[in-house]
């Protein structure tokens, strides 16, 4: 296996690539997942979307957002999913993808305020409840396995995390200041 040559511009421009695109995946992500709810497919057009952004990195002018530059890739992405998946009974209108692009955009601007006022709300909840999140979304254990291993019904585990998604969404509302509107 040949030895990796630190000094190749291949290199520096991986180091490069990975210190702008760490910081901004999650919002990449997010934004993605607003446009397309289905998982599966959101984490297709998330990885094309990737490795757009690497192959076209050398076209990346430095020093401008690269989040807008990301989140415009993506926005390709998605559109081109949308053509590919046109037989699909959903589809949105080209109006009705510029209302969500724009909330998109509101949303990508608030992103890292309300993760932070979130991480502090879980971090508030009682060590059963802390648990019952990682469980659920850090460890992505289904509900059926928490319920054994819990020694209770999923019917229950539903209705506790119900509960614990209330907490959180009352919190994260008043740590910024939010009126609750479904409340």
């Excluded at 910081?23 to 998982?39: D, E, L, M």
């Excluded at 926005?75 to 209302?99: G, T």
């Excluded at 990682?134 to 999923?154: A, C, H, N, Q």
Aim: charged share 30%; proline share 3%.
């Amino acid at each position: 296996m040949p030895k990796e040559d630190k000094n190749s511009p291949v290199h520096h421009n991986a180091e490069s690539f990975l210190r702008q695109i760490t910081p901004v995946q999650g919002k990449v992500f997010a934004y993605i997942i607003s446009r397309w709810p289905n998982r599966a497919d959101a984490e297709e057009i998330m990885q094309e979307t990737m490795t757009t952004l690497w192959s076209k990195y050398d076209d990346y002018e430095q020093g401008t957002d690269f989040l807008a530059w990301a989140v415009t890739v993506a926005k390709y992405k998605i559109m081109s999913w949308r053509k590919k998946k046109a037989h699909q009974a959903l589809q949105f209108n080209e109006e009705a993808m510029k209302v969500l692009d724009n909330r998109s955009n509101e949303f990508l601007k608030r992103y890292d305020t309300r993760i932070g006022a979130l991480k502090e709300c879980i971090e508030k909840l009682t060590k059963s409840d802390k648990t019952l999140i990682e469980l659920k979304y850090f460890k992505e254990l289904p509900v059926k396995r928490i319920s054994i291993r819990y020694g209770i019904t999923p019917r229950a585990v539903y209705k506790t995390l119900s509960r614990v998604h209330s907490l959180l969404m009352r919190c994260v509302r008043r740590n910024l200041g939010e009126v609750a509107v479904h409340e």
